[in-house]
């Protein structure tokens, strides 16, 4: 198994490009999120899905779309970047059989700049 | 309000020390769980330990062991026997569940432990 893969590793963007951030995982899970890393703030939930066709808001949704047209990819768009989007960025999965027991599994991370 | 809360940004134990980092969270859900993640210098997020709401037992991982005490609602992860390799970011999260499929999934900011030689 893979896990949840992310690619790019590390992107620069300029101000107004826009881009997509791959995420894919291969355990069948239901629930796939994007979170965003930035220094002394933890984690903050961008974008999540519950299955395929099925998309919903977290804590810091602006600037952002998703999508998922399949279990297991769960790409996240930038529109149309800024600055105040340099921050490094997670994708997560888990399932939601057992619910509350299961653990989050992480990709590696996107590093993402804009200049 | 802040869901989970992590006083200690820092860190600093002596290798072969116990040390505790703190975890206080806020729900009304009687049904969730508890997290705690390693983030190391490399940046990947690292599962090491959880702890369900209805669970009687703190729960232990090796070196790694959840002091639950529910009713002051804080869950502090206690690393025993600390390594050179301990040092790292540490993430608390709590995954609240609401209905079939309502889940909230949220992080404190994190504690950076520096383990000393």
């Known amino acids: 198994n893979a896990g949840v893969t992310q690619t790019p590793k590390f992107q620069v963007l300029k101000t107004g490009q826009s881009m997509t951030l791959q995420c894919a995982q291969d355990?069948?899970?239901?629930?796939m999120s994007w979170y965003r890393q930035d220094p002394g703030m933890g984690l903050r939930l961008i974008h999540y899905?519950?299955?395929?066709?099925?998309?919903d808001q977290g804590e810091v949704p602006n600037g952002y779309n998703v999508s998922r047209s399949t279990t297991e990819d769960f790409p996240l768009r930038l529109l149309s970047a800024a600055p105040s989007q340099t921050s490094v960025y997670f994708c997560?999965?888990?399932?939601?059989?057992?619910?509350?027991?299961?653990?989050?599994?992480f990709g590696p991370g996107t590093r993402l700049t804009v200049l | 309000a802040q869901k989970i809360t992590q006083t200690q940004p820092g860190m600093f134990v002596q290798e072969k020390e116990a040390v505790t980092l703190d975890c206080t969270y806020d729900?009304?859900?009687?049904?969730?769980?508890l997290f705690w993640y390693k983030q190391p210098s490399s940046g990947e997020m690292i599962f090491l330990i959880y702890?369900?709401?209805?669970?009687?037992q703190n729960a232990t991982e090796g070196r790694y062991s959840l002091n639950f005490q529910k009713a002051r609602k804080s869950a502090n992860l206690v690393i025993s026997a600390s390594q050179l390799g301990d040092s790292a970011m540490y993430f608390c999260?709590?995954?609240?569940?609401?209905?079939?499929?309502?889940?909230?999934?949220?992080f404190g900011p994190g504690t950076r432990l520096s383990v000393l030689p």
């Open positions: 997560a999965s888990t399932s939601l059989v057992g619910s509350a027991y299961n653990e989050q599994f």
């Open positions: 355990m069948n899970h239901e629930y």
């Open positions: 899905s519950v299955g395929a066709g099925i998309t």
């Open positions: 729900t009304s859900d009687p049904s969730y769980g």
């Open positions: 702890q369900g709401s209805y669970d009687q």
């Open positions: 999260a709590m995954r609240e569940v609401r209905q079939f499929y309502g889940q909230n999934f949220v």
